[in-house]
């Protein structure tokens, strides 16, 4: 049996309308998202920027004195649990709040500025993508007014 021409254009046109209509409303359904600490790779890879961003501050002669008297191993593990919590992991950060921890210690825009740069060169050396590095970033940026002064 024959279909006639114009009937298979209705049925094409009609399919085609189905698929675009079902592509649409696919967009409203949620889909589960991975956490940015799952997308980052967990806590081991969380540990390995943190040991190169500590590395990276060390050898900042912009910032390197504000870290003169710090236990890096402490440091460390205090900046592992603040990311890893920050990025939706099963930490907890129980380290001092940012403005306690950093009052009095005349940190200004540059220095903080020079702190980001350190953090983006450590995880640009793990190549996190742009995504993951530009929510992280958001995610502890808002602790720049505690951490600043003047």
Excluded: W
């Amino acid at each position: 049996m024959k279909i006639p021409v114009a009937r298979k254009f209705f049925a094409a046109g009609a399919l085609a309308a189905a698929l675009a209509l079902g592509a649409c409303t696919m967009h409203d359904v949620p889909v589960q998202q991975t956490s940015l600490y799952d997308r980052l790779g967990g806590k081991p890879a969380i540990e390995a920027v943190v040991n190169q961003f500590i590395q990276n501050v060390v050898a900042d002669d912009r910032i390197n004195a504000f870290f003169a008297n710090v236990d890096a191993n402490d440091l460390s593990a205090k900046l592992v649990d603040q990311i890893c919590q920050a990025s939706g992991g099963p930490c907890t950060y129980t380290g001092r709040d940012m403005k306690a921890a950093h009052q009095g210690m005349g940190v200004k825009d540059e220095h903080f500025n020079a702190l980001v740069e350190d953090l983006i060169a450590a995880l640009d050396q793990f190549n996190v993508p742009e995504r993951e590095k530009n929510e992280l970033l958001g995610a502890l940026g808002p602790m720049k007014g505690d951490i600043v002064e003047g």
